[in-house]
């Protein structure tokens, strides 16, 4: 092996029924580096991860540990770990029902003399660590009472602490916010410095420069090439992952008009939910675009929770197109015209082993209720429309959505709000975990349909993409509007609002 590389991986392939996931591909880590591992949604990189780490049984090629003897192949998940490859999935899977030291210790729980686990001990431990990467947590604490943002600070420092060579991070980043996304910047640095060798895969390009000495770039499950990162600028890694140019980028043209003329979608009036929205007010008119900026617990998502009747506002009205209604749970939403998109996918999005399909009609369905079931070629018709718009890979409508790669599921719970085809629809990180390209798409698509007078609530991290696509932004913080911006809205102007509160 040559020096100073960790691990290779050469000729890999692997087939799924169906679909060939993997072709021939090849990667190299070195001692000491933090690599990115990139591509489209579906391109293949959970796969060979998942090659790496012994999930996967792959049927050609061969992976080089360094101190190993000989090639390793389809080796177990233990045994990946005891050559000390360490993994934080895409899914985070911890168990949120038990203690934040529970599930660092999961499976290798320190012991007493007794050979009863040693609480107190790990407890202790479980508290340093967390404590040493600058986590505000309280180990003793069910993880189900954080955020998910924690819970996956959670995942990590339990891979950071099984002493690994290599670590394996897949889209860690999606759920945090600017700070803890440079906390764990800092961490994976840290780690760099220990010889630590890193493979990072995210959505955000930016990020690669960030941090990253390399990249790998797949497509369509074959190996498009490994660079260095000052040979590989932005624009030559997105056409490397797509192969094309991405040229449309600055193509979104959104409606510059005084919406104040136009008649009201949704207007709250003190609406307020104890402990994370304070009495709030929101005027949306149609065919507007208004999207929330603030931190991560701000209350952003709170809000679009309280107006959709996910939570029950506890004071105020809402009237939708002039219209006072009552909101007491979902159903009630939709039925008066509204779709939301919600922020947690895992507990409120994906039902697993229902297919695309299903997956998709599911809450057009539940709109319409038991008696007025959609026929088999309807629900067809609606699956081939949405998957076409927007642009789920998949092999067929009735695949399982499990088996579909992370970002090509968050499309098909996309679709199936798009499906419901609301008036007024709350996005909530609607372009999370998806691909540069598709991501353009969607945001045209979301300007698209606000020119078909419908309006929508955007909430991102992304504050770039609000630009893009939002007429008006809302500033909140500490579940308060701090700050309102029509024109005159730029990256300055709203980071300005967002930090400082008033504008
Ligand atoms: N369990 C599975 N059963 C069948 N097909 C699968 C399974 N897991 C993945 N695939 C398929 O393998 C291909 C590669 O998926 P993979 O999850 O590796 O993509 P990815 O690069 O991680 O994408 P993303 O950025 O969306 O996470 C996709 O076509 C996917 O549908
Ligand atoms: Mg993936």
């Given at each position: 092996?040559?020096?100073?590389?960790?691990?290779?991986?050469?000729?890999?392939?692997?087939?799924?029924?169906?679909?060939?996931?993997?072709?021939?591909?090849?990667?190299?880590?070195?001692?000491?580096?933090?690599?990115?591992?990139?591509?489209?949604?579906?391109?293949?990189?959970?796969?060979?991860?998942?090659?790496?780490?012994?999930?996967?049984?792959?049927?050609?090629?061969?992976?080089?540990?360094?101190?190993?003897?000989?090639?390793?192949?389809?080796?177990?998940?233990?045994?990946?770990?005891?050559?000390?490859?360490?993994?934080?999935?895409?899914?985070?899977?911890?168990?949120?029902?038990?203690?934040?030291?529970?599930?660092?210790?999961?499976?290798?729980?320190?012991?007493?003399?007794?050979?009863?686990?040693?609480?107190?001990?790990?407890n202790k431990r479980s508290q340093k660590i967390m404590d040493e990467l600058g986590i505000a947590v309280d180990v003793t604490q069910n993880l189900?009472?954080?955020?998910?943002?924690?819970?996956?600070?959670?995942?990590?420092?339990?891979?950071?602490?099984?002493?690994?060579?290599?670590?394996?991070?897949?889209e860690p980043t999606s759920s945090l916010d600017d700070e803890e996304v440079e906390k764990l910047f800092v961490l994976m640095r840290d780690l760099r410095e220990k010889g630590v060798s890193i493979l990072f895969v995210t959505h955000f390009l930016e990020q690669v420069y960030a941090v990253c000495d390399r990249i790998t770039v797949l497509r369509n499950g074959t190996f498009v090439g490994e660079y260095p990162i000052a040979d590989l600028p932005r624009v030559k890694l997105v056409a490397a992952m797509m192969g094309k140019d991405l040229d449309d980028l600055a193509e979104i043209k959104k409606e510059q008009k005084d919406f104040s003329k136009e008649p009201m979608e949704i207007s709250a009036k003190g609406l307020s939910h104890a402990g994370t929205v304070k009495p709030f007010d929101l005027d949306i008119h149609k065919g507007e675009v208004v999207g929330i900026g603030g931190l991560l617990g701000s209350g952003r998502s709170e809000l679009a929770r309280c107006i959709y009747g996910a939570d029950k506002a506890q004071t105020g009205t809402?009237?939708?197109?002039?219209?006072?209604?009552?909101?007491?749970?979902?159903?009630?939403?939709?039925?008066?015209?509204?779709?939301?998109?919600?922020?947690?996918?895992?507990?409120?999005?994906?039902?697993?082993?229902?297919?695309?399909?299903?997956?998709?009609?599911?809450?057009?369905?539940?709109?319409?209720?038991?008696?007025?079931?959609?026929?088999?070629?309807?629900?067809?018709?609606?699956?081939?429309?949405?998957?076409?718009?927007?642009?789920?890979?998949?092999?067929?409508?009735?695949?399982?959505?499990?088996?579909?790669?992370?970002?090509?599921?968050?499309?098909?719970?996309?679709?199936?709000?798009?499906?419901?085809?609301?008036?007024?629809?709350?996005?909530?990180?609607?372009?999370r975990g998806i691909d540069i390209g598709t991501k353009s798409e969607i945001q045209k698509l979301i300007v698209k349909l606000a020119g078909e007078g419908k309006s929508v609530l955007f909430i991102s991290s992304e504050i770039e993409e609000m630009l893009r696509t939002c007429n008006r932004m809302v500033i909140m913080r500490d579940g308060q509007k701090v700050g309102e911006l029509d024109h005159e809205l730029s990256q300055e102007s709203v980071m300005k609002a967002i930090a400082g509160g008033e504008s």
């Amino acid at each position: 092996m040559e020096e100073n590389v960790v691990l290779t991986a050469r000729g890999i392939s692997m087939t799924f029924p169906g679909v060939k996931a993997l072709d021939n591909v090849d990667l190299t880590l070195r001692k000491g580096e933090i690599h990115a591992l990139m591509g489209e949604n579906g391109a293949g990189k959970s796969t060979l991860i998942k090659c790496l780490t012994g999930i996967n049984d792959f049927e050609a090629g061969e992976i080089r540990i360094d101190g190993i003897e000989g090639p390793v192949k389809n080796h177990s998940t233990r045994d990946a770990q005891n050559v000390g490859i360490s993994t934080v999935y895409q899914e985070v899977n911890l168990c949120p029902n038990l203690s934040v030291a529970e599930n660092l210790f999961i499976g290798r729980e320190p012991l007493t003399k007794l050979r009863t686990i040693d609480r107190k001990s790990y407890n202790k431990r479980s508290q340093k660590i967390m404590d040493e990467l600058g986590i505000a947590v309280d180990v003793t604490q069910n993880l189900e009472n954080y955020s998910l943002a924690i819970q996956q600070m959670v995942a990590i420092a339990r891979a950071v602490d099984m002493d690994c060579k290599v670590l394996i991070l897949d889209e860690p980043t999606s759920s945090l916010d600017d700070e803890e996304v440079e906390k764990l910047f800092v961490l994976m640095r840290d780690l760099r410095e220990k010889g630590v060798s890193i493979l990072f895969v995210t959505h955000f390009l930016e990020q690669v420069y960030a941090v990253c000495d390399r990249i790998t770039v797949l497509r369509n499950g074959t190996f498009v090439g490994e660079y260095p990162i000052a040979d590989l600028p932005r624009v030559k890694l997105v056409a490397a992952m797509m192969g094309k140019d991405l040229d449309d980028l600055a193509e979104i043209k959104k409606e510059q008009k005084d919406f104040s003329k136009e008649p009201m979608e949704i207007s709250a009036k003190g609406l307020s939910h104890a402990g994370t929205v304070k009495p709030f007010d929101l005027d949306i008119h149609k065919g507007e675009v208004v999207g929330i900026g603030g931190l991560l617990g701000s209350g952003r998502s709170e809000l679009a929770r309280c107006i959709y009747g996910a939570d029950k506002a506890q004071t105020g009205t809402l009237s939708v197109n002039g219209e006072q209604v009552k909101i007491n749970q979902p159903i009630d939403a939709m039925n008066k015209g509204m779709g939301m998109l919600p922020d947690d996918r895992k507990a409120e999005g994906i039902i697993a082993d229902l297919s695309v399909r299903e997956n998709i009609i599911l809450a057009l369905q539940a709109k319409r209720g038991m008696f007025k079931q959609l026929s088999r070629a309807q629900q067809e018709e609606i699956a081939d429309r949405y998957i076409e718009l927007v642009q789920i890979k998949t092999a067929s409508k009735e695949t399982l959505i499990k088996q579909l790669s992370g970002g090509n599921q968050q499309k098909v719970i996309l679709a199936r709000w798009l499906a419901t085809d609301p008036d007024f629809l709350i996005l909530d990180e609607p372009t999370r975990g998806i691909d540069i390209g598709t991501k353009s798409e969607i945001q045209k698509l979301i300007v698209k349909l606000a020119g078909e007078g419908k309006s929508v609530l955007f909430i991102s991290s992304e504050i770039e993409e609000m630009l893009r696509t939002c007429n008006r932004m809302v500033i909140m913080r500490d579940g308060q509007k701090v700050g309102e911006l029509d024109h005159e809205l730029s990256q300055e102007s709203v980071m300005k609002a967002i930090a400082g509160g008033e504008s």
